[in-house]
């Protein structure tokens, strides 16, 4: 019926196919595993359950919130809406601040307690670091 050129070429595109179709398969879920999501105040506090995966919690610093002690820094993220305490062990940004944007990466204890295990702070497509801004206030 169909020549021998016709089956490889069949033969040929349902391997290409498979092939695909695996590879993508594969690649969703190693990424499964290393998403992380990124949740605000609010959105925890309207969790069923807690997870014990690694999630994102972002909003703003709360105003006099800080508090730093010896290795140790705990703060307050905000929505307006809601917060959550946090604590951090290490060395924060140069943008972190009270009232500025920020980013924790780590694990939720519960609803009102966050241990963060990394710390991005935000700022706006304005910045300019402190040595470039001197650097083009010389000239």
């Given amino acids: 019926m169909y020549g021998k050129k016709v089956k490889l070429r069949f ?6 196919l498979v092939s695909v179709i695996l590879s993508v398969f594969l690649i ?3 990424l499964k595993d290393n998403v992380i999501y990124f949740q605000s105040p609010s959105e925890i506090k309207s969790l069923i359950e ?3 995966k690694k ?3 972002g909003g703003m610093v709360k105003e006099q ?6 290795n140790e820094v705990t703060f ?3 929505d307006f809406k809601n917060e959550i305490n946090v604590t951090y062990s290490g060395a924060v940004p140069n943008l972190f601040a009270e009232g ?3 980013v924790a990466e780590g694990f939720l204890k519960d609803r009102n307690y966050f241990s963060a295990t990394k710390i991005l702070a935000k700022h706006d497509e304005n910045y300019m670091p ?3 801004k001197e650097a083009i206030g010389d000239k």
Avoid: A
């Fill in 28 to 30: 969703l879920q190693s």
């Fill in 100 to 102: 500025k944007g920020v």
């Fill in 65 to 70: 919130s800080i508090s730093i002690n010896s």
């Fill in 55 to 57: 999630i994102r919690v």
């Fill in 76 to 78: 307050i993220i905000t």
């Fill in 50 to 52: 807690i997870d014990k």
């Fill in 130 to 132: 402190p040595e470039v």
């Fill in 11 to 16: 033969l040929f595109l349902t391997l290409v």
